[in-house]
């Protein structure tokens, strides 16, 4: 395709397509309608929430030859919503219309190791790693390496395909319950605490950050977002800048978010996600232009919205374990009116299918002028409706 095509401004009531139908694709399904685009999904499971509310739903699998062909002929534009879409499906896609973020910035942060040796290779702020392509490289590691986690390289999110391992021992019965694929073994860190920066970039690489949030996880799921982030304006400044030149060096175009870890006031980048992230749901009630009308501009080649808050902001996830908080057995609809009486509160549901553990059903926001009051309303509203605070 012509550079001048790639470049010119893609206007409503054009089509955009979008690969991956979960609740971050839901909410670009939302925004896109909102600025007044047609939005086609792609993705396998029937009861996909995006698919629910998109104009139309592909139900087929991502590399299926038919689907994208029909996103080549109707589409004028393409993005993702989850990072685990084959790169050779978007670098396909590309061959015919604009796809953003690239196959090439996908393939980079869809790989721990591949994502590792960018931060390397660029002196981006990391903790020590070793790649583990078999036994033999557990055996090589250095011993500075252990405690460690043992991370599988491709596939692993909210804490899946991870294990702690204390020793070369430990590493080897990891290695083997992920029967042999392909792992990084990074050494575990004293963490102070973890903050993402959620940012998004045009065309043009002219880049857009949002507060800096800070994150809390249970079980290896996000929990708790706070933002703005209650560290030091030094520190984020830093993960500001650390974010953006991540995003410079990829060449990205869209919304993305860098995960990092906080280690004796230092900071090291965590992970790299090439889409809207978690952490970023906040910006939907406490920021002029949310994380997802950022993702259909870039796409679309629109200038970047005003990513400034207007209001502080704490965000709780609503996994399906609180379905079945009542009843271990059979699942329960929570009692929402409880977090509808509160008047500073936002509810977002999903539309998922069914409830299970673990699974993110939705969040709540509650947004205000004061982030320690809002810390504290958020404890009282978690045990209302049945959250464990541990």
């Avoid at 670009?28 to 139309?56: C, M, N, Q, T, W």
């Avoid at 200038?303 to 009542?326: C, E, F, I, Q, T």
């Amino acid at each position: 395709m012509s550079t001048s095509k790639h470049n010119t401004a893609i206007l409503p009531p054009a089509t955009l397509g979008l690969l991956g139908g979960g609740q971050l694709g839901r909410f670009f399904v939302g925004a896109a309608h909102e600025l007044g685009y047609r939005v086609i999904v792609l993705d396998p499971d029937p009861h996909s929430p995006a698919g629910k509310i998109a104009d139309e739903h592909i139900v087929a699998a991502y590399e299926d030859n038919a689907a994208l062909e029909r996103l080549t002929q109707t589409c004028a534009a393409i993005t993702t919503e989850f990072e685990n879409v084959p790169a050779a499906a978007l670098a396909f896609l590309a061959k015919f219309i604009p796809v953003r973020p690239s196959a090439e910035a996908v393939a980079t942060c869809q790989n721990r190791s591949e994502e590792k040796r960018f931060l390397h290779r660029h002196e981006f702020p990391h903790a020590p790693y070793a790649d583990i392509l078999c036994a033999a490289d557990i055996d090589a590691a250095g011993e500075k390496l252990f405690p460690g986690i043992l991370k599988v390289a491709r596939f692993g999110y909210d804490g899946k395909g991870q294990a702690r391992v204390s020793n070369r021992e430990q590493a080897h019965l990891a290695f083997a319950q992920f029967k042999g694929e392909a792992c990084v073994l990074e050494r575990m860190m004293a963490l102070d605490c973890e903050v993402s920066v959620v940012l998004a970039r045009d065309a043009g690489g002219e880049v857009r950050c949002f507060p800096v949030a800070q994150n809390s996880h249970r079980h290896g799921i996000l929990d708790i977002t706070i933002a703005p982030a209650q560290v030091s304006k030094g520190l984020q400044s830093q993960a500001t800048k650390i974010a953006e030149g991540i995003a410079q060096k990829l060449d990205y175009v869209g919304t993305m978010a860098v995960e990092f870890f906080i280690v004796a006031g230092e900071l090291l980048v965590n992970e790299m996600a090439p889409r809207p992230h978690n952490s970023g749901h906040y910006t939907i009630d406490a920021c002029i232009t949310n994380q997802y009308e950022q993702q259909v501009r870039a796409l679309c080649n629109l200038p970047l919205g005003d990513a400034s808050a207007h209001s502080a902001a704490v965000m709780v996830n609503l996994l399906g374990d609180l379905w079945y908080a009542k009843d271990a057995h059979h699942s329960h609809e929570p009692d929402w009116h409880k977090l509808l009486s509160v008047p500073n509160l936002k509810l977002h549901l999903y539309g998922k299918h069914h409830a299970r553990a673990g699974r993110k059903m939705g969040h709540f926001t509650v947004i205000g002028n004061d982030v320690d009051e809002l810390c504290q309303l958020v404890l009282v509203i978690r045990r209302q409706i049945g959250l464990a605070d541990d």
